[in-house]
């Protein structure tokens, strides 16, 4: 029924519960680390999944056949979940730890060790960090009693931390190394005696989310028993994964909660303010935490509609200057501007890709598009087709603009590339080997690796895969700063979490983001995401360049831009062909399918590329060859016939890319399928702008 190392007879030590929802990869890197950490431990493991719908049941039933499974068919909160469990468990400790968590190996060993030291102890809780390292604050708390509310609510606690007079909210003026007895530690991992619960009960089953760990602390204290905090282990809890998708709900429970913490244990006493005046502030707090919220999710649509405007603006007065039609003016800039937001918030500027500098820029060419398409067949949307032109060039700079500017000196600064992040491999020779691979053959990944650390003490050898072997884990640290590395990526089955939470621990200022890659290798597990790195199949694919909508959508971006670009190439075409007389060459080029065309170039060897290449404006804009597509060949002979011989010719593309590793005709074929199988106009525009980039840096 549950995974039991013991003997028959013999009292079982440590029953561990998990409650889920919707954190499926999540739940089996910690169901991992878990049971690592409790080898040699008589233990029994409870999952109780609330409803998922992300098939955490199927998972369980398939890779954890061992695990006990308590499926609700509804969510029940947290505390009646883990109730569900907790009356099932027999072991003398209790473990209440949640999904989106990783433990040490020693965590369970220290943690019990310390309950046989201190047979006063209740319940305890160890160090908790935050995934970049820092410390969780809510790993060690004081009950939010009048005064410590009201510290917390007015703000003193985090303008006076190290007070312990204000402070008292998360204990922030106590060494985070040292052993300390507390009031409260956190629902995410606290061990509890079962004695204990079969005297003062489980969580109180009328908290729904948020407050059940402080009344069960609360009541614990009140039994006669002590609770302390130990920082000799540690865990990582990435919070909150199960509630991102409903922050406001969340806000709503969690203040819900507190009102009625304080109406269970402070109503009716005297203190320095009344328990009814505490309700009122926490009301109070929830409401401007809402504003806030949602004032938050405005600032940027905000921001971007000023842009808008004052491009709209700048780009009428270019073409009427000095008469300035302000009474059609608002009607043309709500247009375009709802135009445009909602292609922002299409590609997520809103939510999950807020700074994303290349897909704003996706998202202003797609609006582009459709404004453009106003102008034509609704004249009394646009002034000219000059204005959309000129307030589109501009919008193309700003929009992505202050997103960029934003994200490299405010939020994270950029150390390389463009999308891509300095990123290394921590793991054994094998499995180093063939996550590179995966990751290499996932193209369009934001991973830029640059080199292997062995988890071993040895250098076995200098290069893995193409990638160098950058050193051992021992020296983890030192190649984070002399590499400038941001990313680190575990195979967590061949390190031990000890190790890696070590590494975390001391890397808490370096701005590196940690990921752990499962055994399966199939997902990539970091702060606030997964990404999936399964490999591209080659048998029975459907290609979404092949429908009608995809290339309408990539005919209608080369049309736009390559008719932005001839307004200003334009003259310098006329220049060169008439003035200065270059001779222009015409060559026989297959397109695709059977198609042949004509593509011509100036000949002369002092120009450079970009000036050469400018008659190539006016075949992608006819629709002869594309801005990203296979790779412009004259004779294309010798090459066998392949379903990527469909995708038309390109001045760039993931095949030209490639083309200094002189790839074959295999690896050639894999790219230009990839790209029809994967084709969406964010990934054209992050292919023109690392060819340019590229191009720039060579």
Request: hydrophobic share 45%; with cysteine; charged share 20%.
């Amino acid at each position: 029924m549950s995974t039991v190392d013991k003997k028959p007879g013999t009292d079982l030590t440590l029953s561990i519960v998990i409650v889920s929802y919707n954190v499926r990869d999540f739940l089996g890197q910690a169901l991992t680390s878990i049971q690592k950490a409790l080898l040699g431990i008589s233990h029994e493991i409870f999952v109780v999944d609330n409803a998922s719908t992300d098939g955490t049941v199927e998972y369980l039933e398939k890779h954890h056949p061992k695990v006990t499974l308590i499926a609700n068919t509804e969510n029940l909160g947290f505390g009646t979940a883990n109730n569900q469990a907790i009356r099932r468990s027999a072991g003398k400790f209790i473990c209440v730890i949640n999904p989106d968590t990783i433990v040490q190996e020693d965590t369970f060993t220290v943690l019990l060790e310390f309950f046989e030291k201190h047979p006063e102890a209740g319940a305890i809780g160890s160090k908790i960090l935050n995934p970049d390292g820092t410390l969780q604050l809510a790993c060690r708390r004081s009950f939010p009693t009048p005064w410590v509310a009201f510290t917390k609510i007015a703000g003193l606690a985090t303008l006076f931390p190290h007070s312990r007079l204000f402070g008292r909210y998360n204990l922030t003026y106590l060494d985070p190394e040292q052993v300390a007895e507390v009031e409260a530690i956190s629902g995410s991992f606290m061990l509890v005696r079962k004695a204990v619960i079969d005297t003062v009960g489980g969580f109180d089953e009328a908290f729904f989310m948020y407050g059940e760990d402080l009344d069960w602390c609360y009541r614990i204290r009140n039994g006669g028993w002590k609770i302390y905090y130990v920082p000799h282990t540690q865990i990582v809890h990435f919070k909150g994964e199960s509630s991102k998708k409903s922050p406001f709900a969340q806000r709503r429970l969690f203040y819900e909660a507190m009102r009625l913490f304080v109406n269970k244990h402070f109503s009716g006493k005297n203190a320095l303010f009344p328990s009814w005046f505490l309700v009122l502030a926490i009301k109070a707090r929830a409401l401007l935490a809402f504003l806030s919220g949602v004032g938050k999710h405005l600032v940027m649509p905000g921001l971007d509609v000023i842009c808008m405007t004052l491009a709209l603006a700048a780009a009428i007065l270019i073409r009427f200057y000095p008469a300035f039609p302000w009474r059609p003016f608002v009607l043309v800039n709500t247009v375009y501007s709802i135009v445009w937001l909602a292609s922002l918030a299409g590609y997520g500027l809103y939510s999950r890709n807020k700074f994303s500098g290349i897909k704003s820029f996706a998202a202003v060419a797609l609006g582009m598009v459709i404004n453009s398409a106003l102008t034509f067949f609704f004249k009394q949307y646009g002034f000219s087709r000059a204005v959309i032109l000129y307030a589109g060039l501009i919008n193309f700079i700003i929009l992505p603009g202050w997103r960029v500017l934003l994200k490299r000196f405010v939020t994270r600064p950029f150390k390389s590339g463009i999308w891509q992040q300095r990123s290394v491999i921590v793991g054994d020779v094998k499995t180093s080997a063939e996550l590179v691979n995966r990751i290499s053959a996932h193209l369009h990944e934001s991973y830029k690796l640059v080199g292997v650390v062995l988890n071993s003490g040895k250098l076995v050898q200098e290069e893995i895969s193409g990638l160098p072997v950058l050193g051992t884990m021992q020296h983890l640290t030192e190649i984070i700063r002399r590499e400038k590395i941001q990313e680190v990526i575990f195979a967590t089955d061949k390190i031990d979490y000890d190790k890696m939470l070590a590494v975390i621990a001391g890397s808490n200022d370096a701005g590196v983001t940690f990921k752990m890659v499962p055994s399966n290798l199939d997902v990539i597990i970091g702060k606030a995401s997964i990404d999936y790195i399964q490999d591209i199949p080659f048998v029975d694919l459907e290609y979404k360049l092949h429908s009608t909508l995809h290339r309408t959508v990539k005919r209608a971006f080369d049309i736009v831009c390559a008719g932005l670009l001839l307004v200003f190439a334009a003259p310098i075409y006329a220049w060169l062909k008439w003035v200065k007389r270059y001779p222009l060459q015409s060559k026989q080029i297959k397109g695709a399918g059977t198609k042949y065309f004509t593509l011509q170039e100036f000949t002369a060897p002092e120009l450079k590329s970009t000036w050469r290449h400018i008659p190539w404006l006016f075949a992608v804009f006819r629709g002869d060859i594309s801005f990203v597509g296979r790779e412009i060949i004259a004779d294309l002979s010798k090459r066998d016939e392949d379903a990527s011989l469909s995708l038309k010719p390109g001045i760039t593309g993931l095949e030209q890319l490639n083309r200094n590793r002189q790839i074959n005709d295999a690896e050639r074929i894999k790219y230009n399928i990839y790209y029809l199988k994967n084709y969406s106009l964010l990934l054209d525009i992050q292919i023109m702008m690392k060819s340019v980039f590229t191009k720039n840096k060579t």
